[in-house]
């Protein structure tokens, strides 16, 4: 468990550090716009991410941005249920780019695409089946200098992350609805 601990805890810390803020990005992509798609894109991100490294490798490989794009942070709250009108909050963006924040209680059964239903309500109707979701994958790789931990131990917390559970099957994403973009991070 420390193992584990520690290295979530090295990983965040390392995406905190390569992070680009998500505003200075969208004002970017607002003043150079790049072509954009039908459809709404979810790209799913940490309370303290800056923007999300699955939407960073969208841009550069596709370079397209979706009509409406959706990012969305998963908070678990401290009490056991957190009811329905309370499940999401909706921030525009501008530009049709939105904030989108789940809470969930810790009995809740986590449900991305049932949470985005509740968004209607909000203002923000979402399509499911115009809808793509895209996750960024991480493979983990030990760094080259001595780290925080001893090699053995990111070579352990590698194998724990790769063996973890899948996040698309953990939030029940469509399984046909998922793109999911990689980068090794060392640690």
């Known amino acids: 468990m420390l193992t584990w601990s520690q290295g979530r805890h090295l990983v965040r810390l390392r995406l905190k550090k390569d992070a680009v803020p998500l505003q200075v990005v969208i004002d970017s992509l607002v003043a150079a716009p790049p072509p954009r798609v039908p459809g709404t894109a979810v790209f799913l991100r940490g309370e303290q991410e800056g923007a999300p490294r699955a939407f960073m490798h969208n841009l550069l490989h596709n370079k397209v941005l979706h009509e409406r794009v959706i990012f969305l942070t998963v ?34 059964e986590p449900n991305v695409p049932r949470a985005l239903e509740l968004c209607r309500s909000q203002g923000l109707p979402i399509e499911p089946m115009e809808t793509s979701y895209f996750l960024s994958r991480q493979r983990l790789v030990p760094g080259a200098k001595p780290g925080r931990m001893a090699s053995w131990r990111e070579r352990l917390f590698a194998a724990m992350v790769r063996n973890a559970a899948d996040p698309a099957d953990y939030y029940r994403l469509p399984t046909n609805r998922v793109a999911e973009l990689g980068a090794q991070i060392e640690i």
Do not use: S
Not at 77 to 105: C, I, M, N, S, T
């Open 75 to 108: 908070h678990v709250a401290d009490v056991p249920w957190v009811p329905d009108e309370e499940r999401v909050k909706v921030r525009p963006l501008g530009h049709e780019f939105y904030q989108v924040d789940v809470y969930w209680g810790f009995i809740n």
